[in-house]
């Protein structure tokens, strides 16, 4: 990776690693690393393929990918017709909104799969309905966590 030093590639490797683990392509996580160590904070996909070493495309790909994810951000270009991008304040609690949705949706699919089986034995209703009680755990569990999180954040120094 052009222009990072040992540590900065290696950040940004663990960073593509770890989108990629949550389902987005590992190329969608090399971006979102750099634009979070960059300087300027904002990168165009000019720079952004330069310092990855990759195609416009898959960079282009990558960075359309993490603005629907909520992680980053179209800014304005101080150069004509170019797109340039940075990490969006409040991206990584936007992230983890969508992925409780996400689980918040598992428990209503597990409660009518529950009432499909309302007739069977108990042993055909144990795998449904572990996945229920955990979603709705979960749900229940984190209905107030992006509140929490604001509030807390407001305590830091």
């Not at 490797?13 to 770890?18: H, V």
């Not at 590992?26 to 300027?40: E, K, T, Y």
């Not at 009680?133 to 509140?147: C, G, H, I, Q, R």
Request: aromatic residues 10%; glycine residues 6%.
């Amino acid at each position: 990776m052009a222009g990072y030093n040992f540590e900065e590639r290696h950040f940004i490797e663990d960073i593509g690693l770890f989108i990629e683990r949550m389902g987005l392509p590992r190329m969608a996580g090399r971006v979102l690393g750099v634009l979070l160590i960059s300087d300027p904070p904002a990168q165009s996909l000019t720079e952004l393929s330069e310092s990855l070493q990759a195609s416009k495309s898959a960079v282009s790909t990558a960075t359309r990918l993490l603005v629907e994810a909520g992680l980053i951000e179209q800014v304005p270009s101080p150069i004509p017709r170019r797109d340039y991008f940075c990490f969006r304040p409040g991206g990584w609690l936007l992230y983890m909104m969508q992925w409780m949705e996400v689980m918040g949706s598992l428990h209503q699919i597990t409660e009518r799969g529950l009432s499909l089986l309302n007739n069977k034995p108990p042993k055909l209703q144990e795998r449904l309905q572990e996945a229920h009680d955990l979603f709705s755990f979960m749900e229940a569990e984190y209905t107030n966590w992006p509140k929490r999180w604001k509030e807390h954040k407001k305590e830091l120094p």
